[in-house]
């Protein structure tokens, strides 16, 4: 088992940066792909960015590409998820996820509000 922690969320105004982190526990995260996802009210779950294992390679949909990046340190067992030029509707509860196999979450975080005003 592996336990995920987010933090790193808040209120911010567009065009501002965060940086979401996510500590593991529980296990090394060093074989697991990881994942970032979202969710705003009365929306789906949207997937914003993937990484595999190793780093090298990393996953980001259209919506947030060139905005968000994904990042990982092993040794430190913590994922990131890197936002620049935040807008209002990426305002929604940030979720971090771990995989056995790619695409296939089965731990999860239990979230941090990001909002952002206009």
């Known amino acids: 088992q592996v336990q995920l922690v987010e933090s790193g969320g808040g209120l911010v105004q567009a065009g501002d940066s965060l940086r979401l982190s996510c500590a593991a526990s529980g296990r090394t995260i060093s074989g697991l792909y990881m994942g970032w996802f979202r969710q705003a009210p009365g929306k789906e779950r949207e997937n914003v960015a993937a990484i595999n294992w190793s780093g090298d390679s990393t996953y980001v949909p259209n919506s947030v590409k060139g905005r968000f990046a994904i990042s990982r340190d092993n040794a430190k067992n913590t994922a990131y998820l890197q936002m620049n030029s935040l807008k209002p509707e990426d305002t929604a509860v940030y979720y971090c996820?771990?995989?056995?196999?790619?695409?296939?979450?089965?731990?999860w975080g239990q979230g941090t509000q990001v909002t952002v005003s206009s």
């Open positions: 996820a771990a995989a056995r196999r790619w695409n296939e979450y089965t731990f």
